[in-house]
């Protein structure tokens, strides 16, 4: 089992250096962290009393690392969640923030628990988590990277800049899919053939 610390390690590797996207709501990014996390954090690395792009490709992995442990595992209180499902969820709120929380709140109404859809992990989301997840919490991990990759797949039919992030120009999986699946047991992979056919209305 991979230790918070290895899992952030493995999220710096994954987002890749600095990228300035104008497509991407974060703005510039390096390393996962955008310009604006780095503005609410007040992290004005060049110490010039503004923090704007200098700032994002002063950034090295150890600090990113740091802020991915602090402010998207820590604060969110993910350890609160069943283990099995911790990276998944940690993963996703780098990505987006506390819509990784509510994904897992949506899914656990559609399984039938009363629970609030409001972004946050307290004691009640928490409970409810531990208790979807016995006896088998794989069950529920594959499940949250199941609705994970349904959130990507809706939010690039709602706004079709985004589908770059979903489906590569050569037609394959984007960074997106592959992410939530890496998540998920292969046997829920899906096939080339069956991602084809998911996006196949997207110009």
Known sequence: MQTVRQI????VAREGGYVDDPDDPGGP???????HAMRRLGMD????????RADVRALNKEQAVEVFLRYYFEAPRVAMLPEALQASVFDMY?????????????????MGFDIAVDGAIGPE??????SAASPDPVVLRDAYGVARR???FTLAERRPPLRKYARTRAGGKGGWIR?????????????????ARRVSTWA
Do not use: C
Request: charged share 20%; hydrophobic share 45%; glycine share 6%.
């Open 8 to 11: 952030a390690m493995g999220i």
């Open 94 to 110: 780098v990505n987006a923030g506390s819509q990784a929380v509510k994904i897992l709140q949506r899914l656990l109404r559609e």
């Open 179 to 195: 992410r939530a699946e890496e998540f998920l047991s292969p046997r829920y992979h899906l096939s080339q053939a069956a991602f």
């Open 125 to 130: 989301t928490a409970a409810v988590a531990l």
């Open 29 to 35: 990014t390096k390393f996962g962290v955008t310009l």
């Open 150 to 152: 349904n959130y990507y």
């Open 45 to 52: 690395l060049t110490e010039d009393g503004s923090i704007t």
